[in-house]
């Protein structure tokens, strides 16, 4: 009940009109950017983060929901019609999704999954809603040792689960840390990493960081590889509804994809491609239709779709209650959190109560506004992808320096931005995933004090860390995560024997 | 990038030798963290080494889906070109006359061929964007150009 009214109080914050219209150039921006190739959310937000120092919080944090929430919703536009999907999350969208548009059906598939989008990310809001408060009684109990043991829990499921070599991903994990700890040790006072730079004193620009890693990376890559902008847009005939046979099949799926998008999505791994796969498979295995899959079955769109924005929705949850970030735009967000000397974590809900139940409130209209942008004006979107990728990328590359450079005015960030351009494009051509090296640059300072700070406590027994129960079964966790694939890989061979 | 990853280990090393050792004694120092963390990336980046040498590190180069189309090195060198005129001439010349060599280097990456189309675009995309960003945010990027005295 307590949640309810605090609930409502956000609403009257989020619906003054100055936070609604930031919420509705978020809800805007994020669609452009979800649907044009080669940006998405965490750039866009990234590229923003220079603004916090003009506009109020609440009014920031709103627009930045709005843009993370759009982006899922511009995404399917772009894998429907095009067969490219922007973000690993729609991956599985395009597989059913641009069969339905070939076979002149992408009207329905549109529409299912703006409507699943709509149903699931308010369903998964309203978990939110009524979850995160509770996961905040438990954080409350937290000491630094949990904290510390919660933050290498989640890093080790962010670099070793997802992603298709663990190797790769604790390398880029580490990497991170590394980068993250540039600048002056706080609690010593010592420069580390800084190469002599009097720059680097103060750490790495995180929005260089990002913004090289994210759009001059991908700019270097996809020049080099020389495909961009050759794929075929597919066209939208007829009306962006469904009919009464889709409603039937869509319903359900919807349903069960908001189910497993909204857990998984909130779990230290995170992220939204388990959760949107799960939910393909599961569809592939109940519908009535077998047939249709692999040609354009509508409950393959529906599920994901419905999947991929509950789990945006559950991706807030560590970030808001715990302060940690389970994928590279919720790093973002918390960078932001930062540069406004705000604190994400348990106390979060009692210190800035007021801006944590506007932003959830927010979700709850942004979910609405990008029903109203997404379906009657599909079109204008579809337009977009018309732009020639030789401007579209020159636009990216001109908007991204322009950031960089005017957040500091510096041109050694510049600098520090290509060179994190150079090291996304090694990574994006070697498969190195890019998330993990974000996530672990915010945190790796904030691990680095709770582990700090645990010593003390335990005057200097590195035991504590798995003396004290739940940071011990944290730990066993993370190891569990680390070594079950060669326990498998190796019952699996004794089982099948020598011979 | 095996080898890229191993100089940048021997990098991080010497930077961690060269922390000084803080003045108060404490359980965890300045360099405990990053010494941790060089030894596990050291072992690491060891292990992808031995990957790339045994042949098995993916490389988008050999993906039949990801693999490069002809003319790779001209379109990368392009851009780096754009990048690079961008650091070179905003001193020079101001942001303005950066961005859009910038812009039309990054097009021609892109394999556009219409010069005077991503000149133009460029500069009425490249005004708007500092105008937008340095008259109505206030965000300061300085004068449009340093050659013309009125912007």
């Known amino acids: 009940m307590e949640a309810f009214q605090a609930l409502m109080g956000g609403f009257s914050a989020a619906l003054e009109p100055s936070i609604l219209l930031y919420g509705f150039l978020g809800c805007l921006l994020g669609t452009v950017v979800g649907v044009l190739p ?31 929430y759009g982006a899922m919703y511009g995404g399917s536009t772009t894998s429907i019609l095009i067969n490219t999907p922007g973000e690993s999350a729609t991956v599985v969208t395009a597989l059913e999704g641009y069969k339905m548009a070939r076979r002149g059906r992408a009207g329905a598939a549109l529409a299912t999954a703006a409507i699943g989008s709509f149903v699931a990310g308010t369903i998964a809001t309203i978990a939110l809603t009524f979850v995160a408060p509770v996961v905040v009684e438990a954080a409350l109990k937290f000491g630094p040792a949990e904290y510390f043991s919660l933050m290498l829990l989640s890093l080790v499921a962010v670099s070793a689960v997802l992603g298709d070599s663990m190797l790769r991903g604790l390398i880029a994990l580490t990497l991170g840390l590394l980068v993250g700890l540039t600048g002056i040790d706080l609690q010593s006072g010592q420069p580390r990493f800084t190469f002599g730079a009097a720059e680097l004193l103060d ?47 869509s319903w359900k799926p919807w349903l069960r994809g908001a189910a497993f998008g909204f857990p998984i999505g909130a779990m230290p791994a995170g992220g939204a491609e388990l959760p949107t796969l799960l939910s393909y498979y599961t569809e592939r295995k109940l519908t009535r239709h077998p047939e249709e899959f692999g040609h354009g079955a509508i409950e393959g769109v529906a599920g994901p779709e419905a999947a991929n924005n509950a789990s945006a929705a559950g991706v807030l949850m560590p970030l808001l209650t715990l302060g940690i970030p389970t994928s590279a735009t919720a790093a973002v967000i918390l960078s932001a959190f930062e540069s406004y000397g705000i604190q994400p974590g348990p106390m979060l809900f009692t210190q800035q109560s007021g801006l944590v139940w506007t932003l959830i409130a927010s979700l709850y209209i942004g979910n609405l506004i990008l029903l109203l942008l997404n379906l009657p004006l599909v079109g204008i979107w579809v337009r977009l992808l018309s732009i020639p990728a030789p401007l579209l990328y020159a636009g990216i590359i001109v908007i991204s320096t322009v950031g960089v450079y005017g957040a500091g005015n510096s041109l050694f960030d510049v600098g520090l931005l290509y060179a994190f351009g150079a090291l996304g494009y090694g990574m994006r051509r070697f498969g190195f995933p890019v998330a993990p090296l974000v996530v672990g640059l915010i945190l790796g300072p904030m691990m680095e004090q709770s582990m700090r700070q645990a010593l003390t406590i335990s005057q200097g027994q590195w035991s504590a860390f798995i003396t004290r129960p739940l940071s011990g079964t944290l730990i066993a966790i993370a190891l569990l995560l680390l070594l079950a694939p060669a326990l498998s890989a190796w019952l699996r061979r004794r089982k099948t024997g020598p011979g | 990038m095996a080898g890229a990853l191993i100089a940048g280990v021997a990098l991080a090393a010497w930077q961690v030798l060269l922390i000084p050792e803080p003045p108060v004694a404490a359980d965890v120092g300045p360099q405990t ?82 010069l005077l189309r991503d000149l133009l675009v460029g500069l009425v995309f490249v005004f708007v964007i500092w105008y937008v960003f340095d008259r109505l945010l206030g965000v300061q990027l300085g004068p449009f150009t340093s050659l013309l005295p009125r912007f």
């Open chain 1, 38 to 68: 080669g940006i998405g959310p965490a750039l866009t937000i990234a590229l923003l983060l220079p603004l916090t120092y003009k506009v109020p919080a609440a009014a920031m944090f709103v627009m930045f929901a709005g843009v993370y």
């Open chain 1, 203 to 249: 750490g790495v620009e995180f929005t260089a960081a990002a913004v090289g890693l994210f759009a001059v990376g991908e700019a270097l890559f996809l020049a080099w590889q020389g495909r961009a902008g050759k794929a075929e847009v597919l066209k939208v005939r007829g009306r962006v509804w469904l009919t009464k046979e889709d409603w039937k099949r």
């Open chain 2, 33 to 114: 963290m990053p010494a941790a963390l060089v030894v596990l990336l050291g072992v690491l980046a060891s292990a992808y080494l031995y990957q790339a040498l045994t042949g098995r590190a993916s490389d988008a180069t050999h993906d039949s889906d990801e693999s490069p189309l002809p003319g790779r090195h001209a379109r990368f060198l392009n851009l780096v070109a754009g990048l690079a005129a961008m650091l070179l001439l905003t001193p020079l010349a101001g942001i303005g006359p950066a961005c859009v060599a910038a812009f039309v280097l990054v097009a021609r990456a892109f394999d556009s061929r219409r």
